[in-house]
């Protein structure tokens, strides 16, 4: 999707429907199918799978306690897949101009910058896993549930050593908050096709098929 518009908006909508009921999921994971580039985002995307395996986990915990863990798994799994979508389409400067447009140049360039921030973080952490599993292939190590915690303590860390560079920086270059965007957006028919159809399964969650007609 061009438009960053539609493009959160319609995730938004698919998240919200998937997180509801299992039948919004399979909807949303339909829509997910032909709208995206399905199938590449697993492969493009090297923390979907280890995401889909901590919800595998607690899924499984959850179905042995008596909860619904297999309903979880699919919702959550859909909406996991359409964060993947999201974050392969985002370009940059995307979410600044779109906070720009929606909630002016004070609070919604703020939001837009961290938002802009949030998906940096995103891609270091991609980058830096990649580095953690390469080291311990040097290394000999064998990859399994034992590298989970010593992996995510170092993730945490730097994320946390960038966090503090970034404050320091903005401080450093006398940011206050607030700033000036005019931001440019191009709605395709594409984009305007797939929302529509987004919107069409939100409505059949929300609001079942047969109330629409009058049943005898």
Do not use: H
């Amino acid at each position: 999707m061009d438009d960053v518009r539609v493009r959160v908006g319609t995730a938004t909508l698919l998240s919200l429907i998937s997180f509801m009921s299992v039948t919004g999921a399979v909807l949303a994971f339909i829509w997910w199918l032909i709208f995206t580039p399905n199938i590449r985002l697993v492969f493009r995307n090297r923390l979907l799978l280890p995401s889909v395996s901590v919800i595998g986990f607690f899924s499984i915990i959850l179905e042995l306690t008596g909860g619904e863990g297999a309903g979880y798994f699919i919702r959550m799994l859909v909406i996991i897949l359409i964060g993947a979508w999201l974050l392969y389409e985002q370009k940059q400067n995307d979410f600044l101009n779109m906070g720009s447009w929606l909630l002016g140049t004070r609070l919604g360039f703020d939001l837009g910058m961290v938002a802009e921030i949030a998906i940096q973080t995103l891609n270091d952490l991609d980058t830096d896993f990649q580095r953690i599993r390469v080291a311990g292939n040097l290394k000999g190590c064998a990859w399994g549930p034992g590298s989970i915690v010593p992996s995510g303590l170092i993730l945490v860390k730097r994320t946390l050593s960038r966090a503090q560079d970034t404050t320091d920086l903005l401080a450093v270059r006398g940011y206050t908050g607030g700033g000036t965007r005019e931001p440019v957006f191009s709605l395709s028919s594409r984009d305007a096709i797939a929302g529509f159809f987004a919107l069409c399964m939100a409505i059949i969650v929300f609001l079942p098929v047969s109330e629409l007609f009058i049943l005898s």
